[in-house]
């Protein structure tokens, strides 16, 4: 497997890969300054590489750079932490990591290049768009729907059978008790919209 980007995400999708003894065969970076990366060189030549796990952590870029790659050839894998527990009836989009301690229960649908990310709890029947973040301990409750590109920061709460838009952010430690339209900003207890998104 390679690594696409050589920051601080892409250790946390190291760890990921070493938990089911994925070996990582190079890693990625467009940026020359990058040399190194955790011991391992860092290459900027796309020439000859495998299987490649976007690790950007803005859900805006990491389309961007998937759309890219999908143009130039480029196949995606998927990580799933040794310590997340995923149901067999749960599906996982490529180019997608699942952290340690997350839960993807019965009959959810993960999209692609999305992060559920550690603690995060992906409940039975949701629906999780492309380039979704998910972040460290959020809970989407029974049947919930998150479009493409939303982020439900951590600790965020979203009730059985809401849907969070495209593009939007829900704040960190919001609840939310009523569905979030598509490109804006919204936290709080309970969510409320503040703002449009600057990328919707």
Request: glycine content about 14%; aromatic content about 4%.
């Amino acid at each position: 497997m390679y690594l696409y980007g050589a920051g601080g995400h892409a250790k946390s999708v190291r760890d990921v890969l070493t938990s089911r003894h994925i070996a990582i065969e190079g890693i990625y970076d467009d940026n020359p300054a990058a040399v190194e990366f955790m011991g391992l060189p860092v290459q900027h030549s796309l020439a000859g590489i495998g299987e490649v796990i976007i690790c950007i952590g803005d859900n805006h870029r990491r389309r961007l750079i998937a759309d890219r790659l999908c143009r130039q050839g480029i196949t995606f894998g998927r990580g799933i932490h040794a310590q997340a527990i995923v149901s067999p009836y749960a599906e996982i989009g490529e180019g997608t990591v699942v952290m340690p301690g997350a839960i993807v229960n019965s009959g959810a649908r993960i999209g692609r290049h999305c992060i559920i990310n550690s603690g995060a709890v992906v409940e039975h029947d949701c629906r999780v768009g492309d380039f979704v973040h998910i972040a460290s301990h959020a809970t989407l409750g029974g049947g919930v729907t998150a479009h493409e590109g939303c982020l439900v920061s951590a600790g965020a709460t979203v009730t059985l059978g809401l849907h969070i838009g495209a593009w939007s952010t829900v704040g960190a430690g919001a609840v939310v008790v009523r569905d979030v339209p598509d490109g804006v900003i919204a936290y709080g207890i309970p969510c409320r919209v503040i703002r449009k998104s600057n990328h919707h």
